[in-house]
């Protein structure tokens, strides 16, 4: 089995910044993509970035030029570097990871989440 688990959430205030960790573990071959996504209250789920295994990334406009994603492939881990932080990007930050297991066997992952809130 594999997990996901989702640090570095917590409080700050707007135009300041955070880094999220997502740190992958369990019988992992390989991992090809990994992303973030974020639901704010009362909002539907919807996708922050999304980064390769070789290090494309992509990015929702809303956060693009304030985020950055990135990856250590050796430890099972992607970040979110959150900067000029806003209140609306108040939410619950998921990470997930398509993971293929020591058993070849490939699907997608998704870890419980961390809360970010940003206070104006």
């Known amino acids: 089995q594999v997990q996901l688990v989702e640090s570095g959430g917590g409080l700050v205030q707007a135009g300041g910044s955070l880094r999220l960790s997502c740190a992958a573990s369990g019988s992992i071959f390989s991992i090809n993509g990994m992303g973030w996504h974020r639901q704010a209250p009362g909002k539907q789920r919807e996708l922050v970035a999304t980064i390769t295994s070789f290090g494309r990334t992509n990015y929702a406009d809303s956060v693009k030029g304030r985020f950055t994603i990135s990856r250590d492939n050796a430890k099972n881990t992607v970040y979110l570097q959150m900067n000029a932080l806003k209140p609306e990007d108040t939410a619950v930050y998921y990470c997930?990871?398509?993971?293929?297991?020591?058993?070849?066997?490939?699907?997608?992952?998704w870890g419980q989440g961390t809360q970010v809130t940003v206070s104006s």
């Open positions: 997930n990871g398509e993971v293929t297991t020591i058993m070849r066997v490939s699907r997608s992952y």
